[in-house]
């Protein structure tokens, strides 16, 4: 892939690995990398070959230092409605059908905390650093922070940090649950894709719907969740997949999923 590409994207043994590729701005998020970003989502998400995709930002100083702050200076209040209106890079990960892990180095500030707090998994440098500038500006976080930040790390910590605009370290961001596991990093890419080659070996089948009924579970009562939690099993059991899986486990040997 060229190198001035803003979204670079690198395809292997059915992992793929998405580059948002402006480095020199920290990864900024302005509006032609936000397209390359969905529209890369969304070939990703119809190639059978790749089953799991890993979001990562170019170089060493940032994941995504949020949205690129120069296009809000002449954006009027109707400009930001429409474009709150449109499809998001938060909502197309969110709703991005096969799992999806954020490997987060450097900054992880605004926008890109939003972006990593929308996939499925996160996993940090020990030099990332978090935060929801957005109230030093005047305003408020509006891609999702204010309801996932408080599911992930609870109601006290999302005021705490979208309050402050301050910015906390990786191990913090652990001890709240913002991400799941702090690695050095030399080792963040090779962990990521450790863990997507591993979950890359299941079912197709199964990872969508077990995303589904998940992510279910943050919107639905209890009640509600169990029981799309059955229905979907009921479609896992009905695929080959599942045939699969049952016979090679009486067969000891490892099963061979084909996503159907």
Excluded: H, W
């Amino acid at each position: 892939m060229a190198s001035d590409e803003l979204v670079i994207t690198d395809a292997a043994d059915g992992i793929a690995t998405v580059t948002i590729n402006r480095p020199g701005k920290l990864n900024a998020l302005n509006a032609a990398v936000r397209q390359a970003f969905m529209a890369t989502l969304e070939r990703l998400e119809a190639d059978t070959s790749v089953r799991v995709v890993i979001v990562t930002g170019a170089g060493e100083r940032a994941f995504v230092a949020g949205a690129d702050i120069a296009e809000f200076e002449t954006r009027t209040a109707l400009d930001q409605f429409t474009a709150s209106r449109c499809a998001t890079v938060y909502s197309a990960a969110a709703r991005f059908r096969k799992p999806l892990i954020a490997a987060i180095n450097g900054f992880c500030l605004g926008g890109g905390c939003e972006l990593a707090l929308a996939c499925d998994i996160r996993i940090a440098s020990t030099g990332a650093r978090f935060g929801q500038p957005e109230v030093n500006l005047g305003f408020l976080p509006g891609g999702g922070a204010t309801q996932r930040l408080s599911r992930l790390g609870g109601v006290g910590q999302a005021f705490k940090l979208i309050y402050s605009g301050e910015m906390i370290g990786a191990d913090e961001a652990l001890r709240i649950g913002l991400v799941e596991e702090v690695v050095a990093p030399d080792r963040l890419m090779t962990r990521a894709r450790e863990l997507a080659a591993s979950i890359a070996k299941k079912s197709p089948v199964a990872l969508q719907l077990i995303k589904e009924a998940i992510r279910a579970s943050l919107e639905t009562p209890l009640a509600e969740g169990l029981r799309l939690e059955t229905a979907l099993l009921s479609v896992a059991f009905s695929s080959e997949d599942k045939r699969e899986g049952v016979r090679a486990f009486l067969e000891r040997r490892p099963p061979v999923f084909k996503g159907r």
